[in-house]
């Protein structure tokens, strides 16, 4: 078993033992970050949380958001993401991940995208699942000089000292957690 392998089950057993729900102001520090950003953020991509993940479908009722578009991903045959524009109480698919999934919506590039994660690192490295998914999306835009923020979402205690990374991790511009973000 890869040393990743091995901090993913360690991460994913810990995230299910220690889980907690959220509050609304664990987005402050986000909602600060993103006055500061000059680039504006239109479109955010969130995700469906599932496996212990951090409930980030909070950030649906903050009234700061209420003119972004939301969306969320979407799996492809070829293991690789788009991402669909969503509203809270539209409907769903299940993924084959048990993920789920935007249905009969519009395809839409995210100006920034909250990552879920199983560990992170002071470099603002990550370990996902392990497909990569997140990670060639974005050095797909990275290729083409085309910046998407990317923000990982955690609970403080997912952070690892340092992770193993490869030139196919793709490095987060941001971590939040419980404790705020960096």
């Known amino acids: 078993m890869s040393h990743k392998s091995l901090i993913r089950k360690k991460f994913l057993a810990k995230r299910k033992k220690r889980y907690f729900q959220i509050k609304e102001k664990f987005f402050n520090p986000l909602i600060r970050l993103l006055k500061k950003e000059k680039k504006t953020i239109s479109?955010?991509?969130i995700y469906y949380p599932s496996f212990y993940e951090v409930d980030v479908l909070k950030i649906l009722d903050l009234k700061f958001f209420n003119k972004i578009n939301?969306?969320?991903?979407?799996?492809?045959?070829?293991n690789s993401l788009d991402f669909f524009k969503w509203k809270k109480n539209n409907s769903l698919n299940l993924s084959s991940y048990g993920v789920p999934e935007p249905i009969n919506s519009i395809k839409t590039t995210p100006d920034?995208?909250?990552?879920?994660l199983l560990a992170y690192d002071?470099?603002?490295n990550r370990i996902g699942y392990?497909?990569?998914?997140?990670?060639k999306y974005l050095?797909?835009?990275l290729n083409k000089k085309r910046r998407i923020l990317t923000v990982g979402v955690a609970f403080s205690f997912q952070k690892y000292h340092n992770l193993p990374v490869?030139?196919?991790?793709?490095k987060l511009d941001y971590i939040i957690t419980e404790k705020g973000i960096f």
């Not at 939301?70 to 070829?78: H, Q, T, V």
């Not at 920034?112 to 879920?116: A, Q």
């Open 43 to 45: 479109n955010i991509s």
């Open 70 to 78: 939301f969306l969320l991903p979407k799996i492809k045959k070829n």
């Open 112 to 116: 920034m995208i909250l990552v879920p």
């Open 122 to 124: 002071k470099n603002k």
């Open 130 to 135: 392990g497909k990569g998914f997140y990670d």
């Open 139 to 141: 050095m797909k835009f």
């Open 166 to 170: 490869n030139n196919k991790d793709y």
